[in-house]
């Protein structure tokens, strides 16, 4: 599903103000897919543990049904695009918002582990449908003037979401009495924290009620009146709405659609800039960021920390997560992109080496000495602080601007899907890993974090101030 790319005519530039309020509503309403993205991927974590222990289940059956959400995400990322060109944006969303709400009760009241992780593959599926709307949408019906700042709301309302589910987690288990098997409304502690997302899940589709169809999309349908009707809502009434159309339609007649086939030359099967796009992808989960997301609670209890305490240790992690990606919302254009990954990488192989040196140190009566246990956690503060100023933000920026026009929509497609492999790689290998060696696990993230300075330094072209034609 492309998103507008043709230049805006002067009339459209500035939203009247009287609309504004509006389009931020629209934008923000589209972006509590972006929140579910981030609950969903991260509420897990809080049940780790009590399934583990329900189940009887080692770390690597355990890393499976944790991971294989992923699965549907990828599934869901890839397909989402046709289904809205298809079926509208919105209904798209509210079909979204339908597999979260069953994947929350689903995963609530599980029979076994097998439909568990059937509905975690559902819930992906969720995500990955988010992921690709929230933002086409967004970029789809905002007015030119504002359509970077009301992009950024989707980021944004994921690292919220990561957010607001650790708090919840932490709720929870403090009314379980510290158990995340104790019993909490007439079921287990980690049933409900998987279980609640049933409230934004709803929330998402009756929002989803109370915006506009894309302006675009009615456009490709033949709905051209309704269309204008549209633009007029989010735009003002002081711009010539058949020039828009026609601008509009003139773009939507010149843009290609690209495939597969289009990424494949050069010596390595795809195009250089592909493997770039890949490389990006790959170097930005390869360093363990979502160990942080979906393991921290267990991290944590397995040096020593009470469950109580680490899952506040999650609550406080993603907030330094949202500090992190506001930064990188407020410099990414100013310092540019580059910097910003070299910087990101140089704070992480920091962060992620203190982690290594802190649990390379034996326990001592079932926790880190005192030194090390602090080492480690405000490390791992560093490390989420430095990825989310950078590579948190950044890699997606570079991908939705690097790309020539012709390949672009593949070429994203492709680093996206790797992005998808690379996550679940690194979530289905960091139990059985942390069981081997924990230090020797974030030696190896390290390494990763160290490796991204010299690919970012030889092969990353800056982006910022291009024009999107003048990539090749």
Known sequence: MASTSQAPSPGARTAHPDHLGHVIFIAAAAAMGGFLFGYDSSVINGAVEAIRDRYDVGSAVLAQVIAIALIGCAIGAATAGRIADRIGRIRCMQIAAVLFTVSAIGSALPFALWDLAMWRIIGGFAIGMASVIGPAYIAEVSPPAYRGRLGSFQQAAIVIGIAVSQLVNWGLLNAAGGDQRGELMGLEAWQVMLGVMVIPAVLYGLLSFAIPESPRFLLSVGKRERAKEILQEVEGKDVDFDARVAEIEHAMH??????????????????????????LSVFQQFVGINVAFYYSSTLWQSVGVDP???????????IINIVGTVIAMIFVDRIGRKPLALIGSVGMVIGLALEAWAF???????KLPATQGWVALIAAHVFVLFFALSWGVVVWVFLGEMFPNRIRAAALGVAASAQWIANWAITASFPSLADWNLSVTYVIYTVFAGLSIPFVLKFVKETKGKALEEMG
Not at 360 to 366: A, E, M, P, R, T
């Open 254 to 279: 010149r843009e290609e659609k690209s495939s597969f086939k289009d990424l494949l030359g050069g010596s390595f099967f795809f195009k250089p800039i592909v493997w770039i796009g890949i490389g």
């Open 308 to 318: 109580t305490q680490s899952f506040f240790y999650s609550f406080t992690t993603s």
């Open 360 to 366: 390379s140190f034996d326990l001592v009566d079932g």
